[in-house]
């Protein structure tokens, strides 16, 4: 079982005196920066020149810098922008400014795990992972509670590297809810082959997967979207709120006996070996050089699956059927 610490662990002094220099302002970004500053941490934001963030922050009481004068400023340095960016980022802008006793801050290890950013001796290397978007980071905070985060040091060259690490967790309100102790490999393999396997590849797949059965046998497209899609909806937020058993408790006994009855036969061994070997593609860095050799290509199999994945059916109906869901306030995403 993991530790977990919380604010009566943790000793916020270890920040004091020290500038944390947040790299990025996004959906993290800015609930980091703003969650820390209202804890009596004093944080700068480093961001690339002409960056559309800059605007967000200033409004938003900071100084904002290049990343390369943020970092010089700073003890802490913490990485918030996309992983894919963050090796060339440290090797241009971070590494010729990092001092000795520096600490560089992951909220995701996948840069650090597959060796995108090797720091220098003389360095500390920590993770605060929080579990949820950055918006709910930031609400919860302004609420007086928090969320959960991982919690994670890879090198400790200060020696002191796991107090300021959950210092820094209690100070964007973590430690209210629990900070998880774990490593950069399993932080970093877990989270993707959940990606891939569960929340995003396997639900969406499962979901289109339903939709084309139904109508390829003549169902209208509009019944199929209800039952293979929106309703994931209403059983997710069951699970959500207490477990799969709390799902099989609220809905109807039918509903219960087909899921006893033909889950397993959806979900059976040969779809598990194929997540293990999902996972070992995880674990022995295939997937990691994939998607990097993808970047560094300009994203062409990326551009081209988002633009054919936008025109299947189920999304086309979709947008449709939501126009008639006032409470949804529904979104659309930009064309690929």
Known sequence: MAKIYYDNDTDMKVLEGKTVAVLGYGSQGHAHAQNLRDSGVNVVVGLYEGSRSAVTARTDGFEVFSVGEATSMADVVMFLMPDHLQGRVFHESVKPNLKQGMAL????????????????????????????????????????????????VRENASGNAMDIALAYGSGIGAGRAGILETNFKEETETDLFGEQVVLCGGITELMKAGFEVLTEAGYDPEIAYFECLNEMKLIVDLMFEGGISWMRYSVSDTANYGDMCVGPKIIDEDAREKMREVLRNVQDGVFAKDWILENQAGRPRLKKWMKSEQEHPIETVGSQLRDMMPWLNAKRAPKA
């Open 105 to 152: 801050a992951f909220a995701h290890g996948f840069s650090i795990h597959f060796n995108q950013v090797e720091p220098p001796a003389g360095v500390d290397v920590f993770m605060i992972s929080p579990k949820s978007p950055g918006h709910l980071v930031r609400s919860m905070y302004k609420e007086g509670k928090g969320v959960p985060a991982l919690v994670a």
